[in-house]
């Protein structure tokens, strides 16, 4: 712990939650003894748990919870926004010390809490929970999970840790770096990646999730994919040049071919088929090309309408101080009056 400054010695758990009714009361317990363990490693330790506009009784749970452990901080988000900025949401609120981002399902084991700990204090700031097995994963799932870390690794040039989700722990100055990152399209692995800093892997067994089903259904993650190497890389773009100069030169070659025929052998009017498979052929490629171009234009478009990331409905700081609660689970109180908008730097 010596080598972390005194006002740096704070530890806030961040997780995201979305309709996780089922799985919150069964990770909590598990989490009052990660946040123990860091307190016996002279932390101060927090948790901060993001309603991401669930439809279920996640936010009543959630109040009931923080009734009982004043170290729990709550957020809700105005609707549904997504992990990541229902991530971003909670990292822009933590005022001192490091993070450790966790999934609210159980999936990222908080028993791993003082591994991460004891890394941060060897110097890293990027403490990263790699997997080496995904419990209650179909094999379409790990194929596909596997494919993606390999063409990204392909495509951008910003390193992206391979089998690395978002369970992580942050060291103060790379969190405030993160938080400098306001793009609208937040593809947090690669966001991550980009900040450099030193960074370690820590390799665990991902477990099935205790309650509830995944929020990442196939088309889903295959967005997700998408989201993942349009904003950090143009390699696509760069292909449909190539392909555009490949066609290009083939269609001068075959042109050759028709001009040589008919000086030749006459032209009695034929190739009806062959015409048709050029035509068909160009036709798609250029779709293809204009499809490419338009995902880079959508995304610069929603870039350009500088809207907040995030709209916040409540707020409720962890008081680290046992008193009586005045919980309130319908989410009606404001605790900041109007809506807060998450487009400043924390
Ligand atoms: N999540 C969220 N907002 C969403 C979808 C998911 O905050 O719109 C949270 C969810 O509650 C969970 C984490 O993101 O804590 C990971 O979701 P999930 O377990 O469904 O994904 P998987 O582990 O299957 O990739
Ligand atoms: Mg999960």
Redesign the pocket.
Known sequence: MHRIAPEDRCLTLV??????ADALPALQPRIAAALDAAEREGLQARVLY?D?GSRDATWSILHGLAARDPRIGLLRLSR????EA??TAGLDRIERGAALIL???G?DPPELLPRFIAKWCEGFDDVHGTRIERGG?GWLKRVTAHAFYRVMAALSKTPVPRDT?DFRLLSPRALAALRQLRERHRFMKGLFGWIGFNQVAIPYHRQA?VAG????GFWKLWNFALEGITSFSTAPLRAATYLGVATAFAAFVYAAWIVAKALLWGDPVAGWPSMMAVILFLGGTQLVALGLIGEYLGRLYEESKQRPLYLVDCWRPATGVSSPQHSNPSGASHAHGAATAGNEVG
Do not use: V
């Open positions: 997780i995201a939650a979305y309709n996780e993001i991401d549904n926004f997504g992990k229902a991530l999934d609210a399902d999936q994963e989700g999730r089903r995944s929020k990442f």
